[in-house]
Nanobody, 122 residues
């Protein structure tokens, strides 16, 4: 599975950004998808996940209510809408495919994209 993330950039605190990830190489509609992030000096952490059908969505506690994950199986894309951004949301955001664990932490995926940087200025 090849994953290409896009949509990162510089945004002011309180603002919004929408990340997108396009997949290729496997039957996208059969894959659970996820978003992770890695802030400078910190370990990579789970942000949000969505089941293959889109019927189930999962979020890290700190992102509930601010972030929304969605997918379009026809376009082979998964999106992460991030609202009310804070400086601590600054990180490289990674798209991931094919969950290899339960949805309970630690959530693990098999395939990873290259990441897109989101910088939130205060």
């Amino acid at each position: 599975v090849q994953l290409q993330a896009s949509g990162g950039g510089l945004v002011q605190a309180g603002g919004s950004v929408r990340l997108s990830c396009t997949a290729s190489g496997r039957t996208f509609s059969s894959l659970d998808m996820g978003w992770f992030r890695q802030a400078p000096g910190k370990e990579r952490e789970f942000v949000a996940g969505i089941s293959w059908s889109g019927g189930g969505t999962y979020y890290a506690e700190s992102e509930k209510g601010r972030f929304t994950i969605s997918r379009d199986n026809a376009k082979k894309t998964v999106q992460l809408q991030m609202n009310s951004l804070k400086s601590e949301d600054t990180a490289v955001y990674y798209c991931a495919a094919e969950r290899s664990s339960s949805w309970y932490p630690p959530v693990e995926f098999r395939y990873w994209g290259q990441g897109t940087l989101v910088t939130v200025s205060s």
